[in-house]
Structure formats: C-alpha cells, structure tokens
C-alpha cells in the first residue's frame, strides 16, 4: 500500500490516513503512509492495539480518534440522497440478493 500512495503522491504520502479495520498488523503501519504533519484518524478500534509513536513523532503526525462513527449515519445518508457525497468510487464490487452467501464469503477473506 505504501509504494502505492506514495507513487500517487510524488513520494509525499498522503495527508490523511484513516484505520477502520481495528487489526493490529493494520494499526501498526499507519505511519509508513502519511506524509509530514499529516493527519491519522483511528476508527472504532475494537480492542487493544500496540501502536510504537516514534515514527509519527519523527513526522509530527496529528491522531484522532473516532468512535464508530457515533451520530454521523444521519447525515451521512443525507448527504447521499442530495448527491453531494459520491460515494461510487468506494464500492468495488457489488452482488444480487441471491448471491448474498457468496458476498459474505468474499467479505470474510
């Protein structure tokens, strides 16, 4: 993912990292991303997740912490139904109904 962003980025990194997966592997590579003085916001972390800070002190990363997306469902669909959030390029693949045991198969791998 690192090579990715950062060729993406003319070798910068990005601004802005979120971690919503709660892994620890996950977690502990949130730095190798983002850019000096960038932001990371962490996602509804599940359970406890060792995290080494010197790497995001060397960049003087900012973190946050949101808890599950507490109270933003709302507006969120709001958005949506006006058009002002396109959220088209976050889905990757989609599946019938009748195919919902094999959407839940994908989603465990």
């Given at each position: 993912m690192a090579e990715r962003i950062y060729k993406e980025t003319m070798g910068w990194g990005c601004d802005y990292f979120f971690e919503a997966t709660g892994n620890a592997k996950a977690a502990a590579g949130i730095y190798d991303c983002i850019c000096p003085g960038g932001t990371v916001i962490l996602i509804g972390m599940p359970d406890v997740v060792g995290l080494d800070v010197?790497?995001?002190?060397v960049k003087e990363v900012t973190v946050k912490n949101v808890f599950r997306y507490a109270h933003?469902?709302?507006?969120?669909?709001?958005?949506?139904?006006?058009?002002?959030?396109?959220?088209?390029?976050l889905i990757?693949?989609?599946?019938?109904?009748?195919?919902?045991?094999?959407?839940?198969?994908?989603?465990?791998?």
């Open positions: 010197v790497p995001g002190m933003v469902f709302p507006a969120v669909l709001n958005l949506m139904g006006k058009g002002a959030l396109n959220v088209k390029p990757s693949r989609s599946w019938k109904f009748k195919d919902s045991i094999e959407a839940y198969d994908f989603a465990v791998t």
